[in-house]
């Protein structure tokens, strides 16, 4: 099995055209890039049809492969059982660190449940409505509303809709699940002092919870949610040599004074 960091992970894009928009590429694949390379990228459907004429500029713009399918029986989706066949003759070829699979479909929920239970990495994206299932079964799950793009394809970038407004620090102090996350994420990870590093925080959060989006309450990362929230203390820490500083929490009721009386 292959393996390699975050960065120069090895990614399968599989798409159901079926079940997402050509609007949503590029913002899409550069999400994407942030966790690998996309080594293969291929869109699934009936392109005999007219229902996926809109995908024509996007697969060629960004290199997708269409993967032709037709529907053989009316009410019988077989765009999802070639991408799971596909899918499989991908894992099988030892190729991949990961999966990105793209689809509001609960029909994957096994076929995530699968790839990871074979030490692979499964990244899903779709909409909002997604059955949670599907969201659970993959290690990190995208939410296509989070992400920046055009309506149209063709429209200009300044025209693309403007990011989600930032979530007052009052709003996010009166969300007890985000509070009790971020709080039970900072506990897990920290030291002896209560400090935990923001990346560890990061990972804890992902695995409780793979929708997690900093996106989703209209900040761009997960320091700026928490610093907003004001129940932290942030701490930016430079390791010297011209190596980027890392950031560390604390929560506020850990209080240095109260662990000295406690531990003496």
Known sequence: MVTASENTAKLAVLIDADNAQPSITEALLAEVAKYGTAHVKRAYGDWTGTNLRGWKDQLLAQSIQPIQQFAYTTGKNATDTAMVIDAMDLLYSDRFDGFCIVSS???????????RESGLTVYGFGERKTPKPFVAACDKFIYIENLTYTENP???AAAAPAPKPATPATQLKGDATLVTLLRNAVEAASDDDGWAALSAV???????????????????KLSDLI???????VD?????????????????????DRDAKTTG
């Open 202 to 220: 990061g990972s804890i959060i992902t695995k409780q919870r793979p929708e997690f989006d900093s996106r989703t309450y209209g900040y761009a």
């Open 105 to 115: 479909d609960s029909d994957f929920t096994r076929l995530a449940a699968r790839l």
């Open 227 to 233: 610093t907003a929230t004001t129940l932290f203390e």
């Open 154 to 156: 063709a429209t200009p």
């Open 236 to 256: 930016r820490r430079s390791p010297g040599e011209g190596k980027p500083s890392t950031i560390y929490v604390r929560d506020r009721r850990r209080r240095p």
